[in-house]
Structure formats: structure tokens, C-alpha cells
């Protein structure tokens, strides 16, 4: 069976797959907001030792299994050979397995060459989870994301022609209160040229991220609202199904592009609405955290 290093985080449309932890921790351990790697030093977990938890699955299961997602931080910066391996692995061991995700930092894709992303595509490896952050080069050199938003783009394409589907995600609040419409216009531009397939927001919040906090002039609810407002309204992608349904989010959308786009902004502005009723509610910050991780 899986044996895993905790903390493990997966996104939450995996959340009936079956995780193998094939690295530990992020090649990419240096984001200022992120605190989900930050105990863990990176490692790849060897072939063979994925391999053999892959084969300890008892087969009165395996019919059962559908989906699989694996682990860490950015997986896809596994060496393609032993990775290739794994997915046939995979495959040879669950005869229903109908997709693969994994995350996939900037970092782990410059890693791989097109025809490397085709092979792992044909091999079952069918959609990425790309956390963009945001689309503002200002705001993602604040965070040390280490890419700036073209290169970042160019990378996803990549992916994105060689077959993959993108879950591309990015945080509301990101930039603080100077930055905040910015962020949001040339982040909605970013998901505009790449069009995902699939495109989420999160809501900044605390874990293992206080210096960065700390030195943000954080967003109230207000401004979190109209930053998400001016995202949906500068989104026009041809093709792209977008949530805001992560547990940090306190206003949930749902919807399509293009076909729902001025139901999604009349969405935001009946929340708004709504909200202005309680006293207090949109000058108020947000504080949601999670402690134990």
C-alpha cells in the first residue's frame, strides 16, 4: 500500500483518486505565500519503491480504481523515463484507470521536452494542475515565483499542445490593495491567451506564510470582490470552466466561458449586494488559516 510523508495535499477534484507520493515535497520550494512544502526537503521517491507500492494494492481493489493523482508538489519534474515507467505501471495494474494528474510547477515543465509531454500523455498522464498565482509579472516577482507570466504562459501552451488538459489556479488577494486590479486584469488576460481547460481561484490565507502576510497590506472582502469581479469580467477565454470553490473562498462561482460570463459577473454583483447588508462585512479581512500543516 501507499506509504505516504504527510503532509499530502491534492487538488479538490481528486478527491476520489488514489495518491501515490512519488516525490516528497517541491522542486520549487521558494513561493513567499506558499507554506504547503515548507517542512519537507524534495526528494524523488525511487521507481522501484513507487513501483512496488503500485503492485501492493490488493487486487480485489484494482477494478475499482478509476483515477489516480500523483504526488508531491510537482511530479512532472520526475525524470521521464522512470516516470514513464510508473504510468505503465499504472495502467498495467488498474485495467479501468481512465486519467492520471499531477501538479506541474513552472520548474518541473521546463523540464520536459514536447515530445517527452506527448509520451507521457499517450502513457495515461492527462492533466496537469498548474498553479499560475497570477498573471502580473509585478506581483509574481513580490512572491518569488521565479517565472515571470509570458514564460509562464509559454510553458502551460506547451503542455497544452501536447495533448494535456490544464487546471490552472490563482489567488485572489495575492497582490494586497495596491496591486489588486492589476493582478486580476492581467491574470484573467494570462488564462484569455492560454486557455485552460479548467481555471480556479483561491483566496490567500494563512498557513506557514506569516512574513508574507505580515508584509502585505492585505485585501478586505470588499476588494477581494471586486478583484474577483474584474476577473470574470475581463475573462473571454473559448473554452474554459471556471470555480472558486476551494475551501479559502467565501464568495463560490461556477461556471463556463464563454456562455456563462455575464451571469458569473451578475453573480458577483448580486454578492456584493447581498454583503453590503451586514455591517461591517466588506471592511472586514478575511482569516482563514490552517494551523496543524
Not at 521521464?80 to 495494474?93: F, H, Q, R, W
Not at 490544464?166 to 492581467?186: F, N, P, Q, W, Y
Amino acid at each position: 500500500m501507499p506509504r505516504y510523508v504527510e503532509p499530502l495535499f491534492r487538488p479538490p477534484s481528486e478527491a476520489r483518486s488514489l495518491i501515490f507520493q512519488i516525490t516528497i515535497g517541491c522542486s520549487q520550494n521558494s513561493c513567499s505565500f506558499c507554506g504547503m512544502y515548507k517542512g519537507k526537503r524534495f526528494r524523488l521517491k525511487p521507481v522501484d519503491e513507487v513501483r512496488a507500492e503500485i503492485a501492493a494494492i490488493p487486487p480485489q481493489y484494482r477494478s475499482r480504481v478509476d483515477r489516480v493523482f500523483l504526488a508531491d508538489g510537482d511530479a512532472v519534474v520526475y525524470p521521464v523515463d522512470g516516470l514513464a515507467s510508473i504510468l505503465d505501471a499504472l495502467s498495467a495494474t488498474f485495467p479501468r484507470l481512465a486519467r492520471v494528474g499531477a501538479y506541474a510547477s513552472p520548474n518541473s515543465l521546463t523540464t520536459k521536452s514536447a515530445a517527452e509531454l506527448v509520451l507521457l500523455r499517450e502513457k495515461g498522464l492527462r492533466i496537469l494542475y498548474f498553479g499560475l498565482e497570477s498573471g502580473d509579472d509585478d506581483t509574481l516577482k513580490n512572491v518569488n515565483k521565479g517565472f515571470d507570466a509570458a514564460t509562464m504562459a509559454e510553458l502551460a501552451l506547451k503542455a497544452r499542445r501536447a495533448g494535456m488538459k490544464l487546471s490552472v489556479t490563482a489567488i485572489l488577494g495575492l497582490a494586497g490593495r495596491e496591486r489588486s486590479l492589476d493582478h486580476a486584469r492581467a491574470t484573467a488576460d494570462w488564462v484569455n491567451r492560454v486557455n485552460p481547460e479548467y481555471f480556479s481561484l483561491l483566496t490567500l490565507f494563512h498557513r506557514h506564510n506569516d512574513d508574507f502576510i505580515r508584509a502585505l497590506r492585505q485585501c478586505s472582502r470588499r476588494n477581494l470582490m471586486l478583484e474577483a469581479r474584474e476577473i470574470v469580467s475581463v475573462l473571454n477565454p473559448s473554452r474554459t470552466i471556471l470555480r472558486s470553490n476551494h475551501v479559502s473562498n467565501f464568495l463560490n462561482l461556477a461556471g463556463s466561458y464563454p456562455k456563462d460570463r455575464q451571469r458569473l459577473i451578475s453573480d458577483v454583483d448580486r454578492a456584493l449586494e447581498r454583503a453590503a447588508l451586514v455591517p461591517g462585512f466588506l471592511d472586514g479581512v478575511p482569516e482563514y488559516g490552517e494551523e496543524y500543516y
